[in-house]
């Protein structure tokens, strides 16, 4: 277990709420509750244009109704008569499927019953033979759609949505997208980009869940284990395709909400919140450096202590350092290079002496030239082939061809646990970045397992060790949601577009249930050319208002990885870089405090404008602020201009540059952004407004 003294964890504090009765009134005198009136039931009406099911509004549900058109099933979900959600129709068809390598669809509706709240549709298709069965199932909030073909053998089942019909889409997590996502692209909302995202499972490396929600406070849940296919605007079609890998049932939730914060808190009720958060304070107040973007795999003993020195005397202060990939002999080895890292143990203990803990890159993929990987593959600690599952799994990586353990074997699991053990004891290491998954489509899972449990247990792995500031990319699992690792994005580029989605990503994977986020390494990476100065600057500038700070390229000097060349820059960039810093650390604070609230709540800290004021219509499509808890807003400057536009929603904003108060909502245009500007603002009305204003102006 982690050294407690050191690595201490935001636990979940439970509260109890005592009612107290009016003095000389004691329990048994009390008058009679009055009955709370019978909530109404939902019911099923027909007519010529198909069927209608009403759900009265309850409690805090605003109720809804579903129209199903029977001439071609189709499903039209509406709140307060205004709709909310409506499935594509024509050609498309609402309810999909694939057999024959042909598209299919489900048509006219032949039958149906409604029974103990069940309403039950049967529809022919177009394929010859095969129908439709699908049952709906309505709770006050949201209704549960199961269906599936009979008389047929497809291998795909899918849902299409007329994207329109619900207003903007978010949610999904990193998304694959024609114009380069996620790497440099990750259109916020969805709808404003082309989404193509086959291979969208539970084994994918990317941060991902199949939840999406929109504007209209509609959501729909994908209950799968399966790979999923998933296009949203594909060529600008205007639809929504969410489609499964598998002939099993379909099942689905769509919720129906007030307001797109109450639609996620429907999501992270279903696969849990945070139980404690991973990170310690002081990861939270101060940078992680790791060495990935400063030297790729171009690092060894000499460089990696010169970084440490440079950083130390450049004030540029970070709780831990850590050395990512390319130290391993060979991948899986576990063991040094001798050559390019002579004496390990003296390496860690100079960056101990400069003030940082000391951290290594691990993976569970055992390369074929590694020593271990033959011992590992004749005791069966390695994944097996999915075709021939006498033989171990191979896999090509970035890095060449490996196996992969097998951690639901008890045995391979405790291998890799002790060699982990025992190489952070004898090199001084404190803590470790997982990389690389858990596991992979391309094998078999071990006997009585499935591919998603192996989520819950690389996050049980990994739970065992101080993951540093950085977590895991653990997704889709419950037991994901719940751990409270911190979420680090898939790698970036270096120019301003990577930046930019760096930023709406983090909302994206805040608002599908990871709360405790943080962008890719400042400055980004990719194998792309080394950040110019604005990009660095903005970088970190950005990241000072987000929970927490992931660093790597040096602002003192850096290697070029396209030209080998040292990238030297200038005095004012260290300056501004430390300014970041340390306005994060001020803001440290404040920080716990909403890290303690999203415990209790499931929140996301770093959330969307919309998230607070729903009901302003122009924070739906602003790409380039955020909320930090309730009472910062962030607007950085993520372009090369020298001025920006930025939006206020209602409430009494202090401007923190220029110590002026306005009331929103307002756009302010021409905001200008000299590199020493960091434009942010706190809601006064807010809880945490006076915290949040004496850290951001610096105040003693």
């Given at each position: 277990m982690r050294r407690r003294s050191r690595r201490l964890r935001v636990l979940f504090a439970a509260f109890s709420l005592t009612l107290a009765l009016p003095v000389g009134l004691t329990a048994q005198a009390q008058a009679p509750a009055q009955a709370a009136p019978a909530a109404r039931a939902p019911e099923v009406t027909s007519s010529a244009d198909g069927l209608t099911l009403t759900v009265p509004p309850s409690g805090n549900a605003p109720g809804y109704t579903l129209q199903v058109t029977t001439t071609q099933l189709a499903f039209t979900t509406r709140r307060l008569g205004t709709t909310v959600l409506a499935t594509a129709g024509g050609d498309t068809g609402a309810l999909r499927f694939r057999t024959g390598g042909g598209p299919q669809h489900a048509t006219k509706v032949?039958?149906?019953?409604?029974?103990?709240?069940?309403?039950?549709?049967?529809?022919?298709?177009?394929?010859?033979?095969?129908?439709?069965?699908?049952?709906?199932t309505p709770s006050a909030d949201r209704y549960h759609l199961d269906w599936q073909v009979k008389g047929a053998h497809p291998d795909r089942l899918g849902l299409a949505y007329d994207l329109k019909s619900a207003g903007h889409w978010y949610g999904h997590g990193e998304a694959v997208t024609s114009r380069g996502g996620p790497g440099t692209d990750q259109p916020w909302p969805l709808d404003s980009g082309e989404v193509v995202h086959p291979s969208f499972g539970p084994a994918s490396y990317y941060m991902i869940d199949p939840f999406w929600y929109t504007s209209s406070a509609a959501g729909l849940h994908v209950d799968t284990g399966h790979v999923m296919d998933v296009a949203i605007n594909e060529g600008k079609d205007g639809l929504g395709r969410f489609d499964i890998e598998s002939a099993d049932p379909y099942r689905a939730t769509v919720f129906v909400e007030s307001t797109p914060l109450e639609v996620y808190r429907d999501y992270v009720g279903i696969v849990g919140k945070p139980?404690?958060?991973?990170?310690?304070?002081?990861?939270?107040?101060?940078?992680?450096?790791?060495?990935?973007?400063?030297?790729?795999?171009?690092?060894?003993?000499?460089?990696?202590?010169?970084?440490?020195?440079?950083?130390?005397?450049?004030?540029?202060?970070?709780?831990?350092?850590?050395?990512?990939?390319?130290?391993?002999?060979?991948?899986?080895?576990?063991?040094?290079?001798?050559?390019?890292?002579?004496?390990?143990?003296?390496?860690?203990?100079?960056?101990h002496d400069l003030g940082f803990d000391f951290g290594l890159w691990v993976t569970l993929w055992i390369n074929l030239d590694s020593d271990q990987y033959q011992y590992a593959a004749d005791h069966g600690y390695l994944l097996r082939d999915k075709a021939d599952t006498a033989q171990p799994c191979r896999v090509?990586?970035?890095?060449?061809?490996?196996?992969?353990?097998?951690?639901?074997?008890?045995?391979?699991?405790?291998?890799?646990?002790?060699?982990?053990?025992?190489?952070?004891?004898?090199?001084?290491?404190?803590?470790?970045?997982?990389?690389?998954?858990?596991?992979?489509?391309?094998?078999?899972?071990?006997?009585?397992?499935?591919?998603?449990?192996?989520?819950?247990?690389?996050?049980?792995?990994?739970?065992?060790?101080?993951?540093?500031?950085?977590?895991?990319?653990?997704?889709?699992?419950?037991?994901?949601?719940?751990?409270?690792?911190?979420?680090?994005?898939?790698?970036?580029?270096?120019?301003?577009?990577?930046?930019?989605?760096?930023?709406?990503?983090?909302?994206?994977?805040?608002?599908?249930?990871?709360?405790?986020?943080?962008?890719?390494?400042?400055?980004?990476?990719?194998?792309?050319?080394?950040?110019?100065?604005?990009?660095?600057?903005?970088?970190?500038?950005?990241?000072?208002?987000?929970?927490?700070?992931?660093?790597?390229?040096?602002?003192?000097?850096?290697?070029?990885?396209?030209?080998?060349?040292?990238?030297?820059?200038?005095?004012?960039?260290?300056?501004?870089?430390?300014?970041?810093?340390?306005?994060?650390?001020?803001?440290?604070?404040?920080?716990?405090?909403?890290?303690?609230?999203?415990?209790?709540?499931?929140?996301?800290?770093?959330?969307?404008?919309?998230?607070?004021?729903?009901?302003?219509?122009?924070?739906?499509?602003?790409?380039?602020?955020?909320?930090?808890?309730?009472?910062?807003?962030?607007?950085?400057?993520?372009?090369?201009?020298?001025?920006?536009?930025?939006?206020?929603?209602?409430?009494?904003?202090?401007?923190?540059?220029?110590?002026?108060?306005?009331?929103?909502?307002?756009?302010?245009?021409?905001?200008?952004?000299?590199?020493?500007?960091?434009?942010?603002?706190?809601?006064?009305?807010?809880?945490?407004?006076?915290?949040?204003?004496?850290?951001?102006?610096?105040?003693?």
């Open positions: 032949t039958a149906w019953s409604w029974k103990d709240g069940v309403l039950t549709l049967t529809a022919d298709t177009t394929a010859a033979g095969a129908t439709v069965e699908a049952r709906i139980a404690q958060s991973d990170a310690t304070y002081e990861q939270y107040a101060k940078p992680v450096w790791n060495s990935w973007a400063q030297f790729y795999t171009h690092v060894d003993q000499a460089k990696l202590l010169d970084y440490a020195q440079d950083l130390h005397a450049a004030g540029l202060t970070g709780h831990t350092l850590q050395l990512d990939d390319k130290w391993e002999s060979h991948y899986g080895n576990m063991t040094f290079d001798a050559k390019a890292y002579p004496d390990p143990r003296a390496m860690a203990q100079k960056i090509t990586w970035w890095n060449g061809t490996a196996g992969i353990v097998d951690l639901a074997n008890p045995d391979a699991r405790a291998w890799y646990v002790g060699r982990l053990r025992t190489l952070m004891s004898d090199y001084g290491v404190d803590g470790l970045k997982f990389d690389t998954r858990f596991f992979d489509d391309r094998c078999a899972p071990h006997e009585g397992y499935q591919p998603t449990d192996y989520q819950r247990l690389g996050a049980e792995l990994a739970d065992e060790f101080d993951l540093q500031g950085v977590g895991i990319r653990v997704h889709w699992d419950a037991t994901a949601h719940r751990a409270g690792f911190v979420t680090r994005q898939v790698d970036k580029g270096t120019g301003w577009d990577s930046l930019r989605a760096s930023v709406t990503q983090n909302l994206a994977i805040s608002t599908i249930g990871y709360p405790f986020v943080t962008t890719d390494m400042i400055g980004g990476s990719s194998a792309q050319p080394a950040p110019g100065k604005q990009v660095l600057v903005r970088w970190a500038q950005s990241a000072s208002l987000m929970p927490l700070m992931y660093s790597s390229t040096s602002p003192v000097d850096t290697i070029d990885v396209t030209t080998g060349r040292k990238v030297t820059y200038d005095q004012e960039t260290i300056d501004l870089y430390r300014k970041a810093i340390a306005q994060h650390e001020r803001l440290a604070p404040y920080i716990r405090d909403q890290v303690q609230q999203t415990l209790k709540t499931g929140d996301p800290i770093m959330r969307p404008l919309f998230f607070d004021f729903p009901q302003d219509k122009a924070a739906y499509t602003v790409t380039d602020e955020w909320l930090l808890g309730p009472a910062v807003l962030a607007a950085p400057q993520l372009t090369d201009g020298a001025s920006r536009t930025v939006h206020l929603p209602p409430g009494v904003w202090y401007d923190v540059q220029h110590g002026t108060v306005s009331h929103g909502p307002k756009t302010v245009t021409g905001y200008d952004t000299p590199l020493g500007v960091t434009p942010a603002f706190v809601n006064l009305r807010a809880k945490g407004a006076a915290k949040a204003l004496r850290a951001l102006r610096g105040d003693d």
